[in-house]
Nanobody, 134 residues
Framework: QVQIVESGGGLVQPGGSLRLSCEGF????????VGWFRQAPGKEREGVVC????????YYRDSVKGRFTISRESAKNTVYLQMIDLKPEDTGVYYC???????????????????????????WGQGTQVNVSS
């Protein structure tokens, strides 16, 4: 069964840190563009950061630049999202997604897709909750 599974969410105070993990089962994440999206209560799901499969280029949403970092660990078939200096507005359910790299989809376009376009992505995880609150 092909699936991707997120973990690492939780409750953290403002200014704190978390590292989210996204592990692939039955799918090699190295062959896919990957991204982290989040959905805050009452809002649409939005792209936070996306990474290209071939050259590892990245695109970050402006609000997380300098605070969030995406990385891959091929040996563990896992993608990480390191988050520091967390803010209450970072609260939401964080989803990992994997999308085939052909036809070519620039990572900014991948991250900017609205829900209709997101439905085309090949795989989604079940989400992990992140709560930033004092």
């Amino acid at each position: 069964q092909v699936q991707i599974v997120e973990s690492g969410g939780g409750l953290v105070q403002p200014g704190g840190s978390l590292r989210l993990s996204c592990e692939g089962f039955g799918v090699n994440l190295d062959y896919y563009n990957v991204g982290w999206f989040r959905q805050a209560p009452g809002k649409e799901r939005e792209g936070v950061v996306c990474m290209d499969a071939s050259d590892y280029s990245t695109y970050y949403r402006d609000s997380v630049k300098g605070r969030f970092t995406i990385s891959r660990e091929s040996a563990k078939n896992t993608v990480y999202l390191q988050m520091i200096d967390l803010k209450p507005e970072d609260t939401g359910v964080y989803y990992c997604t994997a999308h085939r790299p052909w036809p070519v989809t620039p990572v900014q376009e991948m991250c900017d897709r609205t829900s209709l376009g997101q439905a085309e992505f090949n795989y989604w995880g079940q989400g992990t909750q992140v709560n930033v609150s004092s």
